[in-house]
């Protein structure tokens, strides 16, 4: 069955088409992720297929069952509603329902025709075996579910929808559409202003859903949960690839690298035509050369390969600062409600940090502390020698709207000449005319590349990004996290891209619902951690009652095993005062103390230190490293099953070294997981 059959679609907006014949269909189970760069026409494309706006050409054909759901960017609301009378309109339809259930009933109660009383009670049956299929009877937890995934606090349910914020307002219309349930979504950004818990909940909500879907979105974690097809929208027209976001950007690069040899292939063969015909037109082999100019004239000339170019953005070297570049020593903040206390952490140059957390956690106050823009109630903040900030503010009002582009990134510290200037803007894909234009007039995406040339331009060694990625495509994110990466000075940023944030940090404080935290690695090390803790709560552990008065210990536990990989090993130092000239926590050096330096009449626990095999650690963190191993084997395995591995000579054996490194590691930890379990007590 095929829910859309969208066919030669065309729109212009000038003598430029922005859609120029897009053609697909859409059926049953298919999430498809709709991908291109800013301006290429996603928006306008959804807007027509929700009968937002009229296409020029080309035709549209649903099915007669089709129930469409499409995203309002903005909506309108009928004054004096609260948040859960609009969400409850969304259930009007079954709401109605069930009202007609119930004078069904009556009507039953009273009848006396037999026919009448056949007419009705095979409507009550079709009336109730619909509301059992859409779980009619549980609205009020379907609506609190909802709301409660999309961050809505309880107390703001009887809030005047007209008094909640433009983001606020947005989630609600989000809320809505998913609790309408129509069978085909199509949802443009559905992510924007939900923090990274809200993203994931939205992820495995559209994740079990049974309404097939097209959505755009610049989150590449989201695509890769919710999406298993992807649509890329270019140059009017769009091409199809199976699978998710990751399994595009491969295909994609698959495919360029076969048409690319393709088109140079046939271009050399038609030079070679085009020069014997030019050398024996006139000659003897004038017959010759007639063929080949006919075959020429009859040749399908293989098309240039679609190729959407990332800007190369970049930043110049950066001056050498201190080691230390930020110390910051309990470090505090409250307004109405407290932020945070009590943060304590050391930046050191070279380093990449992220900051995460909900929304209105006081992320952005923490990074304005840092920088001195504000101060803190509590705590003090140090910057080293020779540290040179720039700043990017997510409102960009670095860059003003009254100012030519080409003005708005001049430094102030030195002579920057309008060509440099313009060269400086191309890097971060802003060319010809639109860097005369006024600041106003960009786009948001443009405007975003200016003010991130602006920060190229300041030449610092100590980069401070708040929500870098707002308003950029895929390809200029995938850009600007090579740049960073490449940066040879200090990074601290502020994101809600999971993608991002896994590819640039290497450090991150992060805003948990007990405190701040400082992790050691990137996104992907953070949730590790959080694996490795719920892992090694659910482990079995030995029962103080099980131990006799000699303290001998009980019968082994299981190990432990798990499924998880990063690039990064995790530590954590949630509320723990860190020693940074040693890199070691203060409460590592008490366990030390507490597990080996004890002298005189504990004879037993000295005994059982001087048996130990491997040094102390707690079982925690062994089951950690076991599931971060096991999970690394794990995901080797399906390398070695890919064939282009046994391709690649080097790179197999470079996997097998691995391998073998890996159980060899993971034999060891079991040896001192299973010590551990005897003597940690």
Not at 63 to 92: M, N
Not at 170 to 176: E, G, S, T, V
Not at 509 to 535: C, D, M, S, T
Request: aromatic letters at 6%; hydrophobic letters at 35%; charged letters at 25%.
């Amino acid at each position: 069955m095929i829910l859309f059959q969208v066919e030669g679609i065309q729109k212009h907006y000038g003598p430029e088409p922005v859609l120029d014949g897009v053609t697909f269909v859409l059926r049953p189970g298919e999430r498809i992720g709709l991908v291109g760069p800013n301006g290429s026409g996603k928006t306008t494309l959804m807007k027509i297929l929700a009968g937002r706006e009229e296409a020029d050409g080309g035709s549209i054909v649903p099915h007669p069952s089709l129930h469409v759901g499409y995203l309002e960017q903005q909506p309108e609301w009928e004054p004096g509603r609260t948040l859960l009378d609009e969400a409850k309109s969304a259930l009007a339809g079954l709401m109605a329902m069930e009202e007609e259930l119930i004078a069904v009933a009556e009507e039953l109660g009273h009848c006396d025709d037999p026919l009448e009383h056949k007419r009705l009670a095979d409507r009550y049956d079709h009336i109730q075996h619909e509301m059992q299929s859409r779980d009619a009877y549980n609205l009020d937890y379907k609506i609190e579910r909802v709301l409660d995934g999309l961050r809505f606090p309880r107390k703001s349910f009887d809030q005047p929808v007209e008094l909640l914020s433009g983001g606020e307002q947005n989630r609600l219309m989000l809320a809505k559409l998913l609790l309408a349930e129509p069978n085909v979504m199509l949802l443009d950004e559905p992510s924007n202003h939900l923090d990274i818990e809200a993203t994931q909940w939205l992820e495995s909500f559209l994740a079990e859903s049974a309404a097939a879907m097209l959505l755009v979105s610049h989150d590449r974690y989201f695509l890769d949960r919710v999406t298993n097809r992807t649509l890329e929208l270019f140059q009017g027209t769009v091409d199809s690839y199976t699978g998710n976001f990751s399994a595009y950007w491969q295909q994609k690069a698959e495919r360029l690298l076969v048409q690319q040899r393709t088109y140079e292939k046939q271009q050399i063969e038609i030079e070679k035509a085009k020069d014997f015909i030019r050398r024996n037109h006139y000659g003897q082999k004038h017959q010759q050369a007639e063929d080949r100019r006919k075959k020429l004239d009859r040749i399908e000339v293989v098309a240039v390969p679609r190729t959407i170019v990332l800007p190369p953005m970049g930043f110049p070297p950066a001056s050498r600062s201190g080691d230390m570049v930020v110390r910051a020593q309990r470090l505090a903040k409250a307004f109405e409600r407290p932020l945070f206390s009590a943060v304590d952490l050391q930046i050191v140059r070279g380093e990449r940090w992220g900051l995460i957390g909900p929304n209105g956690c006081g992320k952005s106050t923490l990074l304005r502390c840092l920088l001195g823009e504000e101060q803190p109630d509590a705590g003090t903040v140090q910057l080293g020698a020779g540290v040179n900030i720039g700043y990017f503010d997510q409102h960009l009002s670095g860059v003003s709207d009254d100012d030519d582009v080409v003005d708005s990134i001049r430094p102030k510290h030195k002579q920057f000449l309008t060509q440099q200037r313009r060269d400086l803007l191309a890097r971060f894909g802003i060319t010809g005319d639109t860097a005369l234009q006024k600041v106003g007039k960009l786009s948001g995406g443009e405007r975003n590349r200016a003010a991130l040339a602006r920060l190229a331009a300041a030449d610092a060694n100590f980069l401070v990004l708040d929500e870098p990625t707002n308003h950029l495509d895929l390809w200029a994110r995938d850009a600007l996290e090579q740049a960073l990466a490449a940066f040879d000075g200090t990074v601290l940023f502020v994101s809600h891209d999971r993608y991002f944030v896994n590819r640039v940090a290497d450090h991150l404080i992060v805003f948990e619902p007990g405190g701040v935290r400082v992790v050691e690695g990137n996104y992907e090390a953070y949730q590790l951690l959080l694996q490795g803790k719920a892992a090694a709560a659910a482990a079995p552990k030995p029962q103080a009652a099980l131990r006799g008065k000699s303290g001998a210990a009980p019968g082994k536990a299981s190990a432990p095993s798990g499924k998880a990989h990063s690039k990064h090993q995790a530590k954590s130092h949630s509320k723990q005062p860190q020693n940074h000239a040693s890199g070691k926590s203060v409460a590592a050096g008490a366990r030390k103390e507490e597990h080996g330096g004890k002298k005189g009449s504990e004879t037993g626990t000295a005994q059982g230190e001087k048996q130990r095999r491997f040094p102390y650690r707690k079982l925690s963190e062994i089951e950690a490293e076991i599931f971060q191993r096991e999970s690394r084997i794990e995901q080797i395995n399906e390398e070695l099953g890919d064939h282009g591995t046994f391709r690649d000579g080097g790179r197999l054996r470079a996997i097998k070294q691995e391998l073998a490194e890996q159980h060899s590691s993971l034999k060891k930890l079991y040896e001192h997981w299973e010590e551990a379990s005897k003597m940690n007590w």
